[in-house]
């Protein structure tokens, strides 16, 4: 079973772009399906992206395409998030997760990290 450990945290400004890395330790780390999730203050756990294990298959929420790229490097054992064109309201605080269905539920992975936290100011 892996670990997994976010970092990147951030305060920017509307418009700006930040960048998310999660790193995982155990193996295989290619047998998982790697999402980002995130929750605001006040609302529930929200799926932002997710990845297929070889990296192929990616998929991300409507409320960020076209902005936020997920890939992942399966020797550095790495998952990333670029996120382009922040709004404030991507403000939260953003997870890496792991498990084996390729769900855009949050309740589908099993395996979180302690979160990260993205603060878009307008």
């Known amino acids: 079973q892996v670990q997994l450990v976010e970092s990147g945290r951030g305060l920017v400004q509307a418009g700006g772009s930040l960048r998310l890395s999660c790193t995982a330790s155990?193996?295989?780390?290619?047998?998982?399906?790697m999402p980002w999730l995130r929750q605001a203050p006040g609302k529930e756990q929200e799926f932002v992206a997710r990845?297929?294990?070889?990296?192929?298959?990616?998929s991300n929420a409507d409320s960020v395409k076209g902005r936020f790229t997920i890939s992942r490097d399966n020797v550095k054992n790495m998952v990333y998030l670029q996120m382009n064109s922040l709004k404030p309201e991507d403000t939260a605080v953003y997870y890496c997760?792991?498990?084996?269905?390729?769900?855009?539920?949050?309740?589908?992975?099993?395996?979180w990290g302690q979160g990260t936290q993205v603060t878009v100011s307008s």
């Open positions: 155990g193996r295989p780390f290619s047998d998982y399906v």
């Open positions: 997760a792991a498990g084996v269905a390729y769900s855009s539920r949050p309740s589908a992975y099993y395996i």
């Open positions: 990845i297929s294990g070889s990296g192929g298959r990616t």
